[in-house]
């Protein structure tokens, strides 16, 4: 009996060792049988590119968000009836697009003025401070190469900053209190025109640079530590500049909030002095002479009233005796 449970004792053991050493080498070929590969190991999604990746997504959502606030408080302060057609701007929005798209923003009103005078086109008119305070003035209708370039300008991370800015400063432009002397005695009137220029000017240059730097390195590139340093480096200082420029945009919206405020307590005070005009006393005096009237004439038709009736009465006898004496005649 026990040289019979000897070799099966033996026989267990040993496939317990080749399990063992199965399951620690891997499975065993067979012959003629193709191992599948390996799975590659994936990248490490916490890579520095990813991480740079994810900042820049977050740094532009945050700038559109701000933009786009901006942009519909300026278009709550306009009244419904005021409000321009889609295909028509103002002045300081198309200074801002024909920056954007490389135009010359003086071509439009030019001053002809001196195009009578021989060997002087209308082109090389000087332009004179009317001249360009109308050009910023008035508005102007965009052709379908213009409102192509406008709606493109309008969605870019970029371009939104240089469109919203010449929203700002048109409608501070609109504002009837921008006359006001007060901005200049007090020395806090913005140029409107030269910030348009400097904002739409700076996101030009912003658009280039990022356009320069491209899209993150790829190929032997990605794995260049150095290369991937720099791409980063270069990334971050452009975002920061955008950063900056979104913070200039905001302050010159809290300025034509300034301005909005202004503007309202200007159109308290006219209507207080409009409606000063009003005499309350002689007003007063005038409803009781009218109340007054107003009884008077009552009573001077009542008493018409029992009048014509008694005098139409005595009539009735004569005017039938009249009667009879015509048939009998």
Same mark, same amino acid.
């Given at each position: 009996?026990?040289?019979?449970?000897?070799?099966?004792?033996?026989?267990?053991?040993? +496939? +317990?060792?080749?399990?063992?050493?199965?399951?620690?080498?891997?499975?065993?070929?067979?012959?003629?049988?193709?191992?599948?590969?390996?799975?590659?190991?994936?990248?490490?999604? @916490? @890579?520095?590119?990813?991480? #740079?990746?994810?900042?820049?997504?977050?740094?532009?959502?945050?700038? /559109?968000?701000?933009?786009?606030?901006?942009?519909?408080?300026? +278009?709550?302060?306009?009244?419904?009836?005021?409000?321009?057609?889609?295909?028509?701007?103002?002045?300081?929005?198309?200074?801002? #697009?024909?920056?954007?798209? =490389?135009?010359?923003?003086?071509?439009?009103?030019?001053?002809?003025?001196?195009? %009578?005078?021989?060997?002087?086109?209308?082109?090389?008119?000087?332009?004179?401070?009317?001249?360009?305070?109308?050009?910023?003035? /008035?508005? &102007?209708?965009?052709?379908?190469? !213009?409102?192509?370039?406008?709606?493109?300008?309008?969605?870019?991370?970029?371009? !939104?900053?240089?469109?919203?800015? =010449?929203?700002?400063?048109?409608?501070?432009?609109? &504002?009837?209190?921008?006359?006001?002397?007060?901005?200049?005695?007090?020395?806090?009137?913005?140029?409107?025109?030269?910030?348009?220029?400097?904002?739409?000017?700076?996101?030009?240059?912003?658009?280039? !640079?990022?356009?320069?730097?491209?899209?993150?390195?790829?190929?032997?590139?990605?794995?260049?530590?150095?290369?991937?340093?720099? &791409?980063?480096?270069? +990334?971050?200082?452009?975002?920061?500049?955008?950063?900056?420029?979104?913070?200039?945009? !905001?302050?010159?919206?809290? &300025? /034509?909030?300034?301005?909005?405020?202004?503007?309202?307590?200007?159109?308290?005070?006219? %209507?207080?002095?409009?409606? =000063?005009?009003?005499?309350?006393?002689?007003?007063?005096?005038?409803?009781?002479?009218?109340?007054?009237?107003?009884?008077?004439?009552?009573?001077?038709?009542?008493?018409?009233?029992?009048?014509?009736?008694?005098?139409?009465?005595?009539?009735?006898?004569?005017?039938?005796? #009249?009667?009879?004496?015509?048939?009998?005649?």
């Amino acid at each position: 009996m026990l040289s019979f449970v000897v070799p099966l004792l033996v026989i267990a053991l040993l +496939a +317990a060792a080749v399990s063992v050493s199965r399951r620690r080498s891997g499975p065993i070929s067979e012959p003629g049988r193709t191992e599948p590969r390996p799975r590659a190991s994936r990248p490490s999604r @916490s @890579s520095p590119l990813t991480v #740079l990746d994810s900042e820049l997504r977050a740094g532009r959502m945050r700038r /559109r968000a701000t933009c786009d606030g901006i942009r519909d408080a300026v +278009a709550a302060s306009i009244a419904v009836e005021d409000r321009l057609a889609d295909d028509t701007v103002a002045g300081h929005v198309a200074l801002a #697009l024909d920056i954007w798209r =490389g135009a010359d923003f003086t071509e439009r009103n030019r001053s002809t003025g001196w195009s %009578w005078v021989p060997f002087v086109s209308a082109d090389d008119s000087p332009d004179t401070d009317e001249t360009r305070a109308a050009r910023l003035t /008035r508005t &102007y209708g965009l052709d379908s190469a !213009q409102k192509e370039a406008l709606a493109e300008m309008s969605k870019d991370p970029l371009g !939104q900053i240089a469109f919203v800015a =010449g929203l700002v400063a048109a409608r501070i432009h609109a &504002y009837p209190a921008w006359e006001l002397p007060f901005f200049d005695e007090r020395n806090v009137r913005v140029d409107l025109a030269a910030e348009v220029r400097a904002m739409a000017a700076s996101a030009v240059g912003l658009r280039d !640079q990022r356009e320069l730097l491209g899209r993150p390195p790829i190929g032997h590139l990605r794995t260049d530590a150095d290369v991937v340093g720099v &791409y980063i480096e270069k +990334a971050r200082v452009l975002d920061r500049r955008a950063d900056s420029l979104v913070e200039r945009l !905001q302050a010159f919206a809290d &300025y /034509r909030t300034v301005v909005a405020g202004i503007q309202r307590r200007e159109d308290k005070r006219h %209507w207080f002095e409009r409606v =000063g005009e009003i005499n309350d006393l002689e007003h007063a005096v005038d409803d009781v002479v009218t109340r007054s009237e107003v009884e008077r004439i009552r009573r001077v038709a009542g008493d018409s009233a029992t009048l014509a009736e008694l005098y139409l009465d005595t009539l009735a006898p004569l005017t039938a005796s #009249l009667t009879l004496s015509d048939m009998t005649r």
